[in-house]
């Protein structure tokens, strides 16, 4: 495996009445998520990215991290530094954002 993990931020913009991660705050969680990475000397063992629609829409601004695939849903900007310490570095999910399926 490339990345030991890898973190998809949802950034899909809709054409509709119905929430969207990306019109949320979906970019910006990206730029949090990859300048927290960095600040912490991360990169490029682990990585963040943009992706399209992850389809729990009314459940966003969501996030998935792999290879566990651990989605996350509501992600606020402040919650970037407690994801990244507590799942990406301490490999400990965190239990009040993660969304079960």
């Given amino acids: 495996m490339k990345y030991q993990k890898h973190v998809f931020v949802c950034t ?6 119905k929430k969207s991660c ?4 979906g970019a910006e969680l990206v730029a949090a998520f990859k300048d927290t990475m960095k600040e912490r000397d991360l990169l490029p063992a682990m ?6 629609c992850l389809d729990v829409c009314g459940k966003g601004p969501s996030v998935i991290v ?10 606020q900007l402040s919650d970037v530094e407690e994801i ?12 009040r954002l993660k ?3």
């Avoid at 899909?12 to 009445?17: A, E, I, L, T, Y």
């Avoid at 792999?66 to 992600?75: H, K, L, T």
């Fill in 84 to 95: 990244v310490q507590s799942h990406l570095v301490d490999n400990q999910p965190v239990e």
């Fill in 66 to 75: 792999y290879p566990e695939g651990i989605m996350y849903g509501n992600v």
């Fill in 22 to 25: 990306g019109a949320v705050h």
């Fill in 99 to 101: 969304l079960d399926f």
């Fill in 47 to 52: 990585r963040a990215q943009p992706t399209g």
């Fill in 12 to 17: 899909n913009q809709k054409d509709s009445p």
